[in-house]
Nanobody, 129 residues
Framework: QVRLVESGGGLVQPGGSLRLSCSAS????????IGWFRQAPGKEREGVSC????????YYEEAVKGRFTISRDNAKNTVYLQMNSLKPEDTAVYFC??????????????????????WGQGLQVTVSS
């Protein structure tokens, strides 16, 4: 059973930075693509970024492109989301999700809530002065 645990959320001022971590209890972590999603109050959960398996091709949703960076450390079974230049509209509960994908697959084509089978519990990110 896949277990995902997010950490690193909190309160930050506009323009600040946070780094989210997603630690996975997966024996074959290299075979999993990881996605980050967020859900703001009253809105649907949306995909933010994802990273493919092994060599980790990356994708970013337009609103975060140039500000967020996703990376993975396969030795630590962990994926990171570095969030810089944060804006109030980035405020949301952030979730990481995982699913097995072929190395040739483009994770962006599966960056929907139906595209990933395992989910973390989510954590709050609040951007406010």
């Amino acid at each position: 059973q896949v277990r995902l645990v997010e950490s690193g959320g909190g309160l930050v001022q506009p323009g600040g930075s946070l780094r989210l971590s997603c630690s996975a209890s997966i024996s074959t972590f290299d075979d999993y693509s990881i996605g980050w999603f967020r859900q703001a109050p009253g809105k649907e959960r949306e995909g933010v970024s994802c990273i493919g398996t092994r060599d980790g091709a990356m994708y970013y949703e337009e609103a975060v492109k140039g500000r967020f960076t996703i990376s993975r450390d396969n030795a630590k079974n962990t994926v990171y989301l570095q969030m810089n230049s944060l804006k109030p509209e980035d405020t949301a509960v952030y979730f990481c999700a995982a699913d097995v994908m072929f190395a040739w697959e483009d994770c962006s084509r599966r960056l929907t809530t139906a595209g990933f089978g395992a989910w973390g519990q989510g954590l709050q990110v609040t951007v406010s002065s």
